[in-house]
């Protein structure tokens, strides 16, 4: 009997440690350009395959300490990332920059000091607000992958404009059209532009918080024509080029013109959602997805906008 109840605490000692192994993202750092590293997460939707590591996020070694750009979608994620980092420089994070509010981009808040993490007012105050929404809704899909993930609100807001921050040449954009409050760095010491979810590339944007796709388009002029040579998207390979503005300009395009044209036609959301997607796009992942996603999002607008228009035609 006794030696049953060793075998069986030691099997549990063993699962216990097979689990914790299995919660590791395996962070592979890639340095882009000179003091510019990356994360690549995958083309996916959230999953507990891949943890939430279907987001791209950075970190840019200076002179004096080390910038992070996203912290990820979960508590682990950071601390992985943290982890990753240090294998890569002994610098002190100085500075942690968030892009926007969405859960995947900020959610490994807690591994750092929350003195050092900063976001445009806008983020800050959508991800109070909906903070916790995003939170149940990744503890349903990823389950203990979000163990002791909180929501941690950055304290430091962020005056855009263009510094030089410990010896490196940094430019902070205030941009709006993804989710509201977007932030976009570009380090002009490296050429590097982090454009953060303002742009996507072989997967599907997504569109929950967009003030609008025609904002969104112009803003998407307005980066094509930065400074820059390497482009890192929120969520995709990174380029050298600009390439994905065009496959961004010719998907969201696309999207614009099929929901008002089938809002002008009468379609219900779900004739809608069941559209075909043109083959060109069949290289974006998870492009029905996101359309599905997508229309629930925007199409009551499109409607609205057809029913003002034949109203002020009558
Ligand atoms: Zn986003």
Redesign the pocket.
Known sequence: MRYLILLLISLALGCHVALADDYRYALQPVEIAQGVWLFEGVTEDFARDNGGNIVNTAFIVTDAGVIVFDTGPTRRYGEQMRETIGTVTDLPVTHVFLS?H?PD?VFGNQAFDPESLYALEGTIQRLAEQGDDFSDNLYRALGDWMRGTEVVLPTRGITPGRMTLDGRDIELIAMSG??GADLVLLDHTAGVLLAA?LVFYQRAP?TPHTPGLDVWREELRELEALDFRYLVP?HGPVVEGTVPFEQMHDYLGWLDDTLREAARQGLTASEVMALPIPERFDEIAVARHELIRSVSHLYGRYEREALALISEGG
């Open positions: 926007h969405h981009h993804h989710s979810d997504t929120g």
